[in-house]
């Protein structure tokens, strides 16, 4: 699998399993909801706190405040007159669903928001959870309509069904699925447009082999519209110039689970306050279900019972750590920019959540940011310093539950302390994977012969990668299909500027001078690691197809999403599913027409055009 193919750059694991019964074994096919529903088992409502002021049918959908509880009882509103769009093939498969049941009568009416006629023993009732804010390691409570920060959370998702299938657990959750008591004045909904980006990207990261959120199903209103601001046609403005109506769309996305960083930092703060008695218990118990949600195979299965909190606590902290920075690894090795990397936008399991402001990179650009309002410090580049500070919330979560002790709080304090050297680590491992070097960067057990090789060969290393960044941002040059075409290590750099985007201004005998320096460089490292110096040497031939699967020929550009999310307003999804099917292949040589299509550089038109190189924050 392409997991397998990646290992130098992604921290590989098993999501846990958590079940307050024996869990039902799940059929080797599932072709029905009722196959469905006999797999359900909702480990959130089951185990933690229901808020007490909620309602027992799910009929609360103003904004409110919501003082405790982890959870709010929320039915979804369903969309009318539901239409098929898409839904993820491989998924499906994965699962074990048949593909005729995305189009089937019931499974559709529960996935675009009726859920009143689910199956026993599903259940009629969804939830919403509330979470903190903090951005770049600063709380902000104004976000929501109280000035307090009670009233901020999952204000147009809703979670409508656990279920254990082949051993896994899967929470499926409905984007768009109309108000809840977070939803802050608006209206609940999702929009077409959006929910295609979401949709696609999904599949996309998870071809990409990014740990991430998964799509299920896509269906669209034919009826229900909402107005968004949007960009007139060609506008270059900065932000929305018009009004526009678009139709209304339920995307459902799928995780192990979707506890989020700020969930962590709310009853934190609640704890640190004194806001209510059972704030501290609260605290621990949504930090024990996120490890047995995402954690319990890395605390030790056998050791769990006796454990104590604050073991788990910081077994806990040391693999999000692991993840996070793993993560974030990845992202950058594909062009991916999060673009609003906010403590509410960072998966506590580690993994891709948030689909919202996002973009790849076609010019190379550290200071990349596709969203408006995101500014520089959530730029392409600077993602590590934002999980910094996510991880330093995620961290001070958790001191209240190891305040009784000195010794707990500096083991805590010395696993945070070790973040930027962690996300060194994985950077290097990861520009060293995009470049075929096989370098022994941490110092165990290496491939080259003697300490003193590999002293100078990471020396080599840090220094190639700087040139090649400088290299890259004056160039300029396509980011993904620069590393594509290197891939093939090639004789000279004639093949390279297939992904140039040359200037008439560019002194280019001089900068062609200063890339076939730089290439000589890297095929003199490449050599250590390949040749008679090398303990295990690799051939030409390996390296290359090696780093073609870890450099992708086929990213999801904005400026192929516009006509695909343009064509379905007029009801034609064809090039939705065209698009799903090369980005579920992003790493595979395909057809010349594809190849012609989707392995280009963007073209000049499309530069600085509003909704195809920035964008507002998702509707």
């Known amino acids: ?61 103003m904004p409110r405040q919501v003082f405790s509880g982890h959870y709010v009882p929320v039915t979804p509103t369903p969309i009318q007159d539901p239409e098929y769009i898409a839904h993820s093939k491989d998924f499906f498969s994965e699962l074990g669903f048949t593909d005729d049941m995305a189009q089937s009568p019931d499974f559709m009416r529960m996935f675009s ?38 009233g901020y959370g999952d204000g147009r998702a809703v979670s409508v069904l656990e279920a254990v299938i082949n051993g896994q657990r899967w929470e499926m959750q409905l984007k768009g699925g109309g108000r809840t008591p977070y939803c802050r004045g608006a209206d609940g909904r999702a929009v077409l447009r959006s929910s295609i980006r979401e949709f696609l990207a999904q599949d996309h990261m998870h071809a990409l082999g990014v740990p991430t959120s998964r799509s299920l199903s896509l269906y669209v209103s034919k009826t229900d519209t909402v107005q968004r601001p949007w960009y007139s046609e060609g506008s270059r403005a900065q932000n929305p110039d018009m009004m526009i109506s678009e139709a209304v769309a339920i995307s ?26 059972k704030a501290k218990d609260e605290l621990e118990k949504i ?120 010794d707990d709080l500096k083991a805590l304090d010395e696993i945070q302390s070790e973040f930027s050297q962690v996300m060194q680590t994985q950077l290097d491992k990861m520009w060293a994977a995009k470049l075929g070097l096989d370098i022994d960067l941490d110092l165990h057990e290496g491939t080259l012969n003697t300490e003193a090789d590999k002293q100078v060969s990471k020396a080599l290393f ?12 004056q160039a300029p040059l396509d980011y993904t299909m620069f590393f594509r075409e290197l891939s093939n290590i090639p004789d000279n750099i004639s093949s390279l500027k297939k992904s140039f985007y040359i200037s008439s201004t560019q002194d280019t005998q001089e900068t062609d001078m200063r890339w076939e320096e730089w290439l000589a460089k890297w095929k003199t490292l490449l050599n250590r690691t390949c040749g008679e110096n090398a303990m295990a040497p690799r051939s030409i031939k390996e390296i290359s197809k090696q780093m073609k699967l870890v450099n992708p020929k086929y990213i999801l550009r904005e400026w192929f999403l516009v006509p695909a999310y343009q064509q379905a307003t007029g009801g034609n999804y064809g090039l939705i599913k065209e698009l799903q099917e090369v980005m579920t292949n992003p790493y595979a040589e395909q057809s010349k027409e594809v190849e012609d299509k989707y392995y280009r550089l963007k073209p000049p038109e499309f530069f600085a055009v509003g909704g195809t190189s920035h964008l507002s924050c998702s509707s």
């Open 1 to 61: 699998s392409l997991h397998d193919a990646l290992p130098i750059c992604t921290i590989h694991y098993e999501k846990p399993t958590m079940t307050n019964k024996q869990p039902v074994k799940s059929p080797s096919t599932i072709s029905s909801l009722d196959d469905l529903a006999k797999l359900a088992n909702y480990s959130l409502m089951n185990t933690l706190n229901c808020d007490p002021d909620g309602t027992e049918n799910g009929a609360d959908h």
């Open 287 to 406: 930090v024990l279900h996120l490890i047995e949600r995402e954690y319990k195979d890395v605390i030790d299965k056998q050791l769990t019972s006796t454990l104590t909190t604050a073991e788990k606590v910081l077994l806990l902290a040391r693999e999000f750590q692991n993840r996070l920075t793993s993560l974030v690894a990845n992202w950058i090795r594909v062009g991916f920019c999060q673009g609003n990397f906010n403590s509410d936008n960072c998966a506590a399991g580690g993994f891709t959540l948030d689909y919202g402001p996002f973009g790849f990179c076609d010019v190379f650009n550290p200071q990349y940011q596709p969203w408006t309002g995101g500014g520089q410090h959530f730029s392409f580049m600077n993602q590590p310093n934002a999980a910094q500070s996510n991880f330093h919330m995620f961290c001070l979560s958790l001191r209240s539950l190891l305040a009784s002790n000195q």
């Open 113 to 150: 928001g009726d859920i009143s006629q689910a199956p026993q023993p599903m259940r009629k009732v969804g939830w919403a959870t509330g979470y903190a804010l903090s951005i770049y390691g600063t709380e902000y409570t104004q976000q929501c309509p109280f000035q307090t920060g009670n």
């Open 252 to 277: 459902t996305r799928v995780a192990p689970s979707f506890l989020r960083v700020g969930q962590l930092e709310l009853f934190a703060r609640r704890t640190r306050k004194n806001e209510h008695p």
């Open 462 to 473: 840090h220094e190639l990668v700087s040139e090649l960044q400088t290299l890259m941002l």
